[in-house]
């Protein structure tokens, strides 16, 4: 999987750097392989097809993201504690999303992006818990 995920990485670097769009048909596209990669738009294609997942940090972004929607309709808020039992991962989940936000805020590298607030804030997420 991890080599699968790799090779589409190649692919799609080398279909952007040759001026294709990303998944791009025709025979520029797939005339063939692009050196260092063993992927073919085929693969791609057959694999998207049985539902693999390229992205695997977006997958568990959005897996966590729905535990936290869920936890706020059961609970009516997305304040989860951080120790909460029933599934830490959340928790600590949650901690890291406030931890990237302040990195993001500040301009510095972080894993949160503008489409992530937004999702977050919708579910009524607070960025700071603590008055200060």
Not at 1 to 24: A, D, F, T
Not at 72 to 93: E, R, Y
Not at 103 to 127: H, I, Q
Request: glycine letters at 8%.
């Amino acid at each position: 999987v991890k080599r699968q995920r790799y090779q589409y990485k190649l692919l799609m670097e080398s279909l952007q750097k040759n001026g294709h769009e990303q998944g791009q048909k025709g025979a520029a596209a797939t005339a063939a392989t692009p050196a260092g990669s063993t992927m073919t738009l085929d693969r791609v294609e057959a694999l998207e097809a049985i539902g693999f997942c390229w992205n695997s940090q977006l997958a568990a972004w959005k897996e966590r993201w729905g535990e936290l929607k869920r936890f706020k309709d059961k609970f009516g808020n997305a304040n989860v504690p951080s120790n909460f039992g029933p599934n830490p991962q959340l928790a600590t989940w949650v901690k890291c999303q406030r931890r990237q936000y302040k990195l993001y805020r500040a301009g510095k590298p972080s894993n949160m992006t503008a489409d992530r607030v937004r999702d977050l804030e919708a579910l009524g997420f607070e960025w700071e818990l603590r008055s200060t």
